[in-house]
């Protein structure tokens, strides 16, 4: 099993920081990576995948960059909206989960 | 506009068993590959099962082999999931979720969870 880990659990920070989130694999898992943002009550949704490519309809404040173990998810500029719970998600092999960053308003 | 709408969910003695069911709409079903994910507050998110877009393929989390089957029915739109011999550490908030490759990719939709209660 391929174990996904994420730092910080909890991040705090203000409408209009830079924040950025870190997800490493126990083994290189290429660029099959996703980032995903969580509001509470809400199903998880897809901001990123292959590590760096943006969905479709997300804003370009979001950026995705790493590849083999480490990965990164960075917000240029924090909105109202993004505070949220961001979850990274590699699919090289099997699926597994990172358990989650909680970004809250300081 | 695509839409995953899961059922089935509610409260089920250990042991017993429950199906899911999850209707998909605004994509072309069949070229997609379908998951099951669960959260809990402890675990987090957890993939249960997949099943690839030709049905060929499945994969199941080792906390649910040999007791959950996921199934498909691309005529209906729809995947299911059998869920047999029940524990407590299955309760959680159970997705689907499509992901536009043949099975393991990123996992584009979800659904607006149901709610499974393990419990006697």
């Known amino acids: 099993d391929i174990q996904m880990t994420q730092s910080p659990s909890t991040l705090s920070a203000s409408v209009g920081d830079r924040v950025t989130i870190t997800c490493r694999a126990s083994q290189s898992i290429g660029d099959w990576l996703a ?40 917000i240029s500029s924090l909105q109202p909206d993004d505070f949220a719970t961001y979850y990274c998600h590699q699919y090289n092999l099997y699926s597994n989960f990172g358990q989650g960053t909680k970004l809250e308003i300081k | 506009q695509v839409q995953l709408v899961e059922s089935g969910g509610g409260v089920v003695q250990p042991g017993r068993s429950l199906r899911l069911s999850c209707v998909a709409s605004g994509f072309i079903f069949r070229d997609y590959a379908l998951f099951w994910v669960r959260q809990t507050p ?9 099943i690839s877009y030709d049905v060929n393929n499945n994969y199941y989390a080792d906390s649910v082999k040999g007791r959950f089957t996921i199934s498909r029915d691309n005529s209906k739109n729809t995947i299911y999931l059998q869920m047999n011999s029940l524990r407590t550490e299955d309760t959680a908030v159970y997705y689907c979720a499509s992901s536009a490759s043949y099975d393991f990719g990123s996992l584009d939709y979800w659904g607006q969870g149901t709610l499974v209660t393990v419990s006697s």
Do not use: C, H
Not at chain 1, 59 to 65: D, M, N, Q, T, V
């Open chain 2, 42 to 50: 402890d675990k987090g998110l957890e993939w249960v099962a997949v």
């Open chain 1, 35 to 74: 980032w995903y943002q969580q509001r509470p009550g809400k199903a998880p949704k897809l901001l990123i995948y292959k590590a760096s490519t943006l969905n479709t309809g997300v804003p370009s404040r979001f950026s995705g960059s790493g590849s083999g173990t480490e990965f990164t998810l960075t």
